[in-house]
């Protein structure tokens, strides 16, 4: 059986925390990449940047409805996650706009998990990480078809 290590792209391109959300968006469009592993100056998987990140920015500001009881104003939505949807939309870095401990997997996780994962979670890219935390490699949609196309050859 094929695991994480077997089919994952080792030479990753990463962004770092610090990188400006412009450099990011035009680096994603250059390379057609869904998104991109976040790491810190020791190389730990901090994050991750997705197209749906940068998308976010456009998205409206939740703007809380609110009722009146005595005098009161009683909020029907969380301002905590209004806090999170300002952040985003505003974010100027890619450690704004990120996704924050993301889905991993470890270098011995079966394809039979990454494919579950991809499909239960609509998940394009998987993010592998080793036992200290480092990104060891990341796993796209295309690593899994491939494995189709090698297990054809091989019968």
Do not use: W, Y
């Not at 792209?9 to 035009?26: H, Q, R, W």
């Not at 998308?55 to 969380?78: C, E, G, N, R, Y």
């Not at 450690?95 to 924050?100: L, Q, S, W």
């Not at 993301?102 to 270098?107: A, Q």
């Amino acid at each position: 059986m094929l695991n994480a290590k077997d089919i994952m792209t080792t030479n990753v391109l990463t962004l770092s925390p610090e990188t400006g959300i412009i450099d990011a968006a035009k680096l994603l469009l250059e390379t057609g990449f869904n998104g991109f592993p976040v790491v810190d100056g020791k190389g730990k998987l901090v994050g991750i940047l997705c197209q749906s990140d940068l998308i976010a920015q456009q998205k409206k500001l939740p703007i809380p409805s609110v009722f009146t009881l005595l005098d009161s104003l009683i909020p029907l939505k969380s301002t905590r996650n209004m806090e999170k949807a300002v952040q985003r939309i505003a974010a100027i870095t890619v450690g704004e706009a990120m996704t924050r401990n993301p889905i991993t997997v470890s270098p011995e996780t079966g394809i039979e998990k990454l494919a579950e994962l991809m499909v239960d979670k609509n998940f394009h890219t998987l993010p592998v990480v080793d036992q200290e935390g480092s990104l060891a490699g990341v796993i796209g949609k295309e690593d899994i078809l491939k494995t189709l196309f090698q297990s054809q050859k091989d019968a």
